[in-house]
């Protein structure tokens, strides 16, 4: 086990000519071509995908807020809020079968299944304690938003301390160690519990710690 940084990058795809859905913004093609990519004869005229709605969707993928977002593309708030929910409400109807949805997070947003590879128990996570970076790419490939801090993922730390506690350790002393109080230790252990549940899709198999619990499949 190593110590890891932890790391914000957020790899992605961008390519639309070989039909992954897409990266960054600057490569979003414009409205003509996404009428012909996202062709719906029930309405031929406008399928409700603009580029903007999906500059809207990248930045959202990428953790943004509807305000950051509304600024970044010098829009109002309530014109990015209706494009968000109407472009993810058009991707619900149907994708063209020619298009991969390669961003999980994503494939999360619209309920298309995704095979979990890598960690899946919380008795592994803690039998190894991977870095932070593999952590966040963990959080990643589960199709979570990403959070702007580090405070939105699990980290190395909290699984170090959940290992602490299964090691026999009291809370005392773990709390003598961070330079916590009880009650802050016992928040940040049930805060730790429910994102590896929400976020990882973690199963809980170590009952001397939490109940068991397995989340529905992706």
């Known amino acids: 086990m190593k110590e890891g940084e932890y790391g914000s990058t957020i790899g992605k795809s961008s390519t639309w000519g070989s039909h992954s859905f897409f990266g960054s913004v600057a490569y979003i093609p414009s409205d003509d071509i996404l009428s012909k990519l996202f062709f719906n004869p029930k309405h031929p005229v406008n399928n409700g995908i603009s580029k903007f709605g999906l500059e809207v969707l990248n930045l959202r993928l990428e953790g943004f807020k509807l305000s950051e977002i509304a600024d970044k593309l010098q829009a109002s708030i309530s014109q990015v809020a209706y494009w968000s929910r109407r472009t993810r409400n058009c991707l619900l109807t149907g994708v063209p079968n020619y298009i991969d949805i390669d961003i999980p997070a994503l494939r999360r947003l619209l309920h298309i299944s995704q095979t979990m590879t890598g960690y899946t128990k919380l008795s592994e996570l803690l039998q190894e304690l ?31 301390i959940l290992r602490q506690r299964l090691e026999g350790r009291s809370y005392g002393s773990i709390c003598e160690e961070l330079g916590w109080d009880r009650v802050r230790l016992q928040r940040h252990i049930q805060t730790t519990r429910m994102r590896l549940i929400r976020d990882l899709r973690i199963e809980l198999d170590v009952p001397q710690l939490f109940s068991p619990f397995k989340p529905r499949p992706l």
């Open 130 to 160: 991977p870095s932070d970076d593999e952590l966040c790419q963990l959080d990643w490939e589960r199709g979570k938003l990403p959070a702007r801090s580090i405070r939105g993922y699990v980290t190395q730390k909290d699984l170090y």
